[in-house]
């Protein structure tokens, strides 16, 4: 049997993501980058199953309207007027140039990746160098009335299209001067027709989108109209084409994605025409960005999900990404039973609420006697945005980190129902910036993974915290890459700190020193943790492959060579959410707690492992069944599915309870703005 828990079912965490802006595709790593109206940007790896590698914390005076790659460099430009390259290790803006023109609506890379081309709001399109160390200004097209809203390169480099209200021209690159202007029409003599999008295909045709929901199709030589769709009931507000150039997909307000399809004519003399082939409806709200990654057509907008559609290939699966980030947001000190939420600017501390009751019937609920209560509410200096934050074990100590500083807190123990915060101040000038933090089993320390890819052990004091050591990976690694996941033993001795590339490395605190490094693989380590009593590391991977490896041997465990000799279940194996969380059950260590945001598993080491052919059964479909057929049917997988933003799941100290916090989607969906009006069948 799996056992039974009590469970405090919180869901009193209002964290609310924010609507994506824009979407830029590497093609060489296979991953996107989505700015959100915050000014953060998320980096996902498609091909680690969807993995959210790195989260670039936004500033309040910052906005991301366009990104581009150039690489695996990334470029960003928005309404604060500046064109930033972000340090993809540290995670922060690297430097920024100006755009010498205002507000940035647009940018796009050549071909050949070595110039930016920037549309601002002055009305004049600017073109950048990329060099190997910075970018720098090179020249400026002729100036239009109208503000850029919209371009992009043909293949060849030599010509350029831009949209702005009224108005689409062709530019010649090398003297800056339009070759051709194309009048768009109005609906309303006094309403301008704003172009949101163009694309400019090998053959010279350009496509438009513009503010009367039309999709036109231009000869790109002569200016005249080929053909025109209405097929939107409001604003086209971005467009993506297929590498070969036959495919079209267009969506904004109204918010469907519609695709067209180029069809060629019945002979040589013919003219092809594009047709619309279908539309999907996967957004409820304006949808602001669509990108073309080769399998998918990623879109995401107002309603803040990220969306992949597959392009062509039976058998794959559409993608429903939810907006929550996969690094953690809520914190459980163990022994105080408080929890600690991680919003973009502020802290919540709140103590859990408790009943009297020892026991009840499965799945019931039991009588609160203590409603929770909130201890502590704490803003950020200038609201700068958390990178990550952590709690002690006893609830005293609470720490977080921005991407300039770590600042620590002590909570002195009060009765009361608001705690005093009690700031530490004196912290060492060699202490880093986080990444990820956690504080000891004992709280006597603090360990962090900086944004240098090391990881340093603060032992924590009031009047004079003490930087103990910094461990750097060892001497075969040039360069560490970010850190994704970090873990500390119970007994403070052992910690583990998993890289990006693959690679996880596993420190000695009592000796300071690195003690070994696990067998490297392709996949992130999306989860991590220590056993309770055992020098045992158990690392989950972003392609759900899972490992138990012993630290001190320095080989993997009997049973993780066991996993790995008869091979996990397809059904476990093609799931479509990565593991964000792995924790052992305190009070039965052969218990394993993994955790997405769709569901929770508890995997049981005593029990066999299911075959690869055998039906691969959860919790709801074995409670359905009969109880002999449910016994013969059990094997070590326990999943408990239905969740759709499950943002934590852990025991408390003496796991006979579980702690699970879960944001209701429609909690979300309900403080968004009002959708496009739409008359709708039997309405």
């Known amino acids: 049997m799996m056992g039974e828990f009590r469970l405090h079912d919180v869901r009193f965490f209002r964290y609310m993501p924010k609507a994506i802006h824009s979407i830029a595709h590497e093609g060489t790593t296979n991953r996107v980058a989505v700015s959100r109206s915050d000014g953060s940007i998320e980096i996902y790896s498609i091909s680690d199953n969807w993995f959210q590698e790195k989260i670039i914390c936004g500033d309040a005076g910052r906005s991301v309207e366009a990104m581009v790659w150039v690489g695996q460099r990334l470029f960003s430009a928005g309404l604060h007027g500046d064109i930033i390259e972000y340090d993809m290790s540290k995670l922060v803006p690297k430097y920024a140039v100006d755009s010498y023109g205002g507000a940035v609506w647009c940018m796009a890379a050549n071909n050949t990746q070595s110039s930016i081309a920037v549309g601002s709001e002055d009305g004049c399109v600017r073109l950048f160098e990329v060099t190997e160390e910075e970018l720098t200004y090179s020249r400026a097209f002729k100036k239009q009335e109208e503000r850029i809203l919209s371009l992009a390169w043909h293949e060849s480099g030599e010509v350029l299209v831009t949209g ?11 003297t800056g001067l339009p070759t051709l202007r194309i009048k768009v029409e109005r609906l309303v003599r006094t309403r301008e027709t704003i172009v949101w999008c163009v694309a400019i295909l090998r053959d010279f045709t350009i496509i438009s989108g513009d503010s009367l929901g039309k999709t036109r199709f231009w000869n790109g030589k002569h200016g005249t109209l080929i053909q025109s769709h209405h097929c939107h009931k409001a604003d086209v507000l971005c467009m993506c084409v297929s590498k070969d150039e036959t495919l079209v997909w267009t969506a904004g307000v109204d918010p469907k994605i519609i695709r067209f399809e180029k069809v060629a004519g019945k002979d040589d003399s013919s003219r092809a025409t594009w047709v619309r082939h279908n539309v999907a409806n996967r957004h409820t709200h304006d949808v602001r960005a669509l990108v073309m990654t080769g399998e998918y057509v990623v879109s995401g907008g107002v309603s803040m999900n990220l969306v992949a559609m597959p392009v062509g290939k039976v058998g794959k699966q559409s993608r429903n990404i939810l907006p929550f980030p996969q690094r953690r947001l809520v914190h459980v000190a163990q022994t105080a039973g408080m929890l600690l939420f991680q919003y973009q600017t502020r802290l919540e501390l709140w103590r859990l609420g408790s009943t009297a009751v020892v026991s009840g019937v499965p799945d019931g609920r039991l009588p609160i006697n203590q409603d929770p209560v909130l201890l502590l509410d704490l ?16 609830g005293s100590w609470v720490a977080y980190s921005d991407v300039q500083h770590v600042r620590l807190f002590h909570l002195p123990k009060d009765e009361g129902v608001k705690v005093k915060v009690q700031r530490v101040r004196c912290l060492p000038v060699d202490l880093q910036p986080a990444h990820h ?27 004079h915290p003490v930087l103990v050591h910094t461990f750097v990976p060892p001497k075969s690694v040039t360069r560490p890459s970010t850190i994704s996941a970090l873990t500390v033993s119970s007994d403070s001795q052992w910690i583990a700190a998993a890289h990006l590339d693959g690679s996880v490395h596993v420190y000695n605190v009592q000796a300071r ?6 067998p ?17 590391l158990m690392a989950v991977h972003a392609s759900q492959q899972l490992f138990e490896f012993d630290v001190v041997e ?20 093609k799931r479509t959410e ?7 059950n305190p009070a039965n260590p052969t218990q394993i707690l993994l955790q997405d945001q769709r569901m929770f598993c508890i995997l049981d080491k005593d029990k066999n492992l299911p075959k690869a052919r055998s039906h691969f059964y959860n919790r709801e479909k074995l409670m359905k069944m009969d109880p002999a057929g449910r016994e013969g049917a059990r094997h070590a997988f326990a999943i408990c599915r239905g969740y759709r933003a499950l943002l934590h799941l852990s025991f408390l100290q003496d796991g006979a309870e579980l702690v699970s916090v879960e944001r209701p989607i ?4 309900d403080k968004l703005p009002p959708t496009l009006s739409q008359k709708r069948f039997g309405t």
């Not at 702005?164 to 090398?174: G, L, P, T, Y």
């Not at 490297?520 to 045992?536: D, E, G, I, M």
Request: hydrophobic share 40%.
């Open 578 to 584: 990565v593991v964000t969380q792995v924790v052992y």
């Open 164 to 174: 702005s209200c009224d108005n689409i021209r062709v530019w010649d690159v090398a």
């Open 379 to 394: 803003k950020t200096k200038n609201m700068q945005q958390i990178v990550c934050s952590a709690v002690g074990g006893c």
């Open 554 to 573: 320095c080989q993997y465990t009997d049973w993780s060579r066991t996993v790995q000799r008869e091979g996990l279940h397809p059904e476990w194996l």
């Open 520 to 536: 490297k693989h392709a996949s992130p380590v999306s989860a991590l943790t220590f056993h309770p009593t055992r020098p045992w």
């Open 666 to 669: 429609k909690a979300v969906t």
């Open 513 to 518: 020193k690195h003690q070994c490094s696990l």
């Open 437 to 463: 933090m956690m504080f000891t089993h004992d709280a006597s320390g603090l360990v962090i993974a900086t944004n240098q890819g090391t990881v340093q052990f603060l032992h924590v004091d009031t009047v």
